[in-house]
């Protein structure tokens, strides 16, 4: 009688590399692909490289261009290999159900959408500046805006 027990292929190559030095995988893929891609829209703002015109006309600062390119093109794909080469299918599945799991109350968001402002103003006294008058509505709806940008393309993943 053969022994017939099913043994699952190993990973080999990168996917094997990844799978057993997941951080290291990571940090090397991410810094190697985020300072080119970062360059990118620097160079082309300080017209090194074509494209600074197309950047002045969209409706979003460079550097928020930046952040954006940063986060698809190298954060996001790093990431998403390397929990695909450690844990596989499964991980890419528990990746994407923990980004809708929330561990804490309303008194913690009221405090984290909050404090930041608060800290703001009160070491804007601190170091010298002065209160202003500013539309508090414009500057809510602003606030809003690029809060949940940089939430939903940064934070959340």
Same mark, same amino acid.
């Given at each position: 009688?053969?022994?017939?027990?099913?043994?699952?292929?190993?990973?080999?190559?990168?996917?094997?590399? *990844?799978?057993?030095?997941? *951080?290291?995988?990571?940090?090397?893929?991410?810094?190697?692909?985020?300072?080119?891609?970062?360059?990118?829209?620097?160079?082309?703002?300080?017209?090194?490289?074509?494209?600074?015109?197309?950047?002045?006309?969209?409706?979003?600062?460079?550097?928020?261009?930046?952040?954006?390119?940063?986060?698809?093109?190298?954060?996001?794909?790093?990431?998403?290999? *390397?929990?695909?080469?450690?844990?596989?299918?499964?991980?890419?599945?528990?990746?994407?159900?923990?980004?809708?799991?929330?561990?804490?109350?309303?008194?913690?968001?009221?405090?984290?959408?909050?404090?930041?402002?608060?800290?703001? *103003?009160?070491?804007t006294l601190i170091l010298g500046g002065s209160l202003?008058?500013?539309?508090?509505?414009?500057?809510?709806?602003?606030?809003?805006?690029?809060?949940?940008?940089?939430?939903?393309?940064?934070?959340?993943?």
């Open positions: 009688m053969t022994d017939r027990t099913t043994t699952t292929p190993h990973p080999v190559g990168i996917r094997a590399f *990844v799978g057993r030095r997941p *951080v290291a995988a990571f940090l090397i893929m991410a810094f190697a692909i985020a300072y080119p891609v970062m360059a990118l829209p620097a160079l082309a703002v300080h017209r090194v490289i074509p494209g600074g015109q197309l950047l002045d006309r969209l409706p979003f600062p460079p550097d928020e261009i930046a952040g954006l390119t940063l986060t698809m093109f190298a954060l996001l794909p790093s990431a998403l290999f *390397v929990t695909w080469a450690a844990d596989g299918r499964q991980g890419i599945v528990s990746l994407f159900k923990r980004i809708t799991r929330w561990r804490f109350g309303i008194g913690w968001w009221l405090a984290v959408l909050a404090g930041l402002p608060v800290l703001t *103003v009160v070491f202003e008058s500013i539309d508090p509505v414009g500057l809510f709806w602003e606030q809003l805006r690029l809060l949940l940008i940089n939430f939903i393309l940064v934070n959340l993943w």
